[in-house]
């Protein structure tokens, strides 16, 4: 999403009542200036740091950053939450005495917040001069962007005890059919990252980060939402041990997210019919799974293909078969692949042209490498 100027409304400044000043005088502030001038400015050339600092200038205009991104709509809002998630890369990163003070003023928080996180790590988006990092505030706008609290969205069934598993037949939608239209998948997505992190909560929620997926899932149809849930089910890093393995869970996850396009999770469903993990193992589904990943253009999934063929595992061993998967996976930079060719290198001198041609390449970039 590209970086956008923050919108206020054309008439936002249209009740200023300062006073002009008289000839020879500096203007007492910026209140002083038309307000169709502000208002150009402003819509022209003012970024969020610009509209953070000038919420100190003048106490009428404390909340213009909320109401920038109010009036700016969903993409105003996530570039705003953005910038208070990850930082100003223009800035070195502390601020000092009454900058605390100012920034207070400029975001809204109260003096309870004065343990905030002010550190800068560098801003994913745009320049964004003055607006410090405040992680709280971030997860305030996500939220908002979400459709409605988190802590609203209705319980999966089956689900009521914490840390139990979710299936994505679980899900119960909410009644009020406005939150499926307002609901947003990357707000959703980004909340649940920091709803497993604790970033810009009093703790880690891993099971409002599982709400938050789920809620993308069904009312946005993400698939990204049910990769994600499959990889927390399957690897505990996902979570940083917050929510246990379930395997079953990850495997209705990667299927729901395989059956909808998502390529690595084809993949990973492969993995798991082959592994016989979450599921009864069956060579057959695994290949179909593998040959789907490998033509929607999965690398590594080219060689399990190849594999597959190798060793007859849910289909006839063919060698030539094997050898043409395996000359795919070495073309998109598989190093299984290599292998595969030269264990087959008899079989693959018929079948792929210049093969040795291939093998000698990438054992002269394996030498030049060391």
């Known amino acids: 999403m590209a970086t956008r100027t923050p919108t206020l409304p054309p008439l936002y400044f249209s009740s200023n009542d300062g006073a002009t000043p008289r000839e020879g005088e500096a203007p ?29 200038v003048q106490s009428k205009w404390k909340d213009i950053v909320d109401d920038a991104a109010t009036f700016g709509g969903r993409d105003a809002a996530w570039e705003l939450s953005m910038c208070l998630l990850h930082g100003d890369n223009k800035h070195d990163g502390r601020m000092q005495g009454g900058e605390v003070k100012q920034r207070r003023r400029a975001t809204g928080e109260g003096e309870e917040d004065s343990e905030a996180n002010d550190d800068c790590d560098g801003a994913r988006r745009g320049n964004n001069r003055g607006l410090q990092r405040n992680e709280k505030l971030a997860v305030k706008y996500l939220t908002r962007l979400c459709g409605l609290e988190v802590d609203a969205f209705r319980r999966p069934r089956n689900s009521q005890a914490v840390g139990t598993s979710v299936l994505p037949g679980d899900y119960e939608h909410c009644s009020n059919g406005r939150v499926a239209t307002e609901a947003d998948e990357a707000a959703l997505l980004e909340l649940a990252s920091c709803y497993l992190s604790g970033t810009g909560l009093p703790r880690p929620d891993p099971d409002g980060a599982v709400l938050c997926l789920t809620s993308a899932y069904h009312m946005t149809k993400s698939v990204e939402s049910a990769h994600k849930l499959a990889l927390i089910y399957e690897y505990p890093a996902q979570s940083n041990g917050l929510i246990p393995i379930d395997v079953v869970a990850a495997f209705e996850w990667f299927k729901a997210a395989a059956l909808n396009g998502h390529v690595t999770s084809m993949a990973e469903l492969a993995l798991c019919y082959e592994l016989g993990c979450g599921v009864d193992r069956s060579d057959e589904e695994a290949l179909d799974w593998y040959t789907r990943a490998a033509n929607a253009g999965h690398s590594a999934a080219h060689y399990s293909v190849g ?64």
């Open 28 to 56: 007492p502030s910026l209140q002083t200036l038309p307000p169709e001038l502000l208002h150009a400015c402003l819509a022209r050339y003012a970024d969020w740091g610009d509209l953070a600092r000038l919420a100190c």
């Open 307 to 370: 594999e597959h063929f190798e060793e007859a595992r849910g289909v006839m061993m063919d060698h030539e078969e094997a050898c043409l998967w395996y000359y795919r996976a070495a073309v998109l930079g598989e190093e299984d692949g290599i292998g595969g060719l030269r264990r087959l290198a008899d079989v693959a001198r018929r079948v792929v042209p210049r093969v040795d041609e291939v093998l000698s390449n990438h054992a002269l970039g394996a030498g030049r490498a060391q």
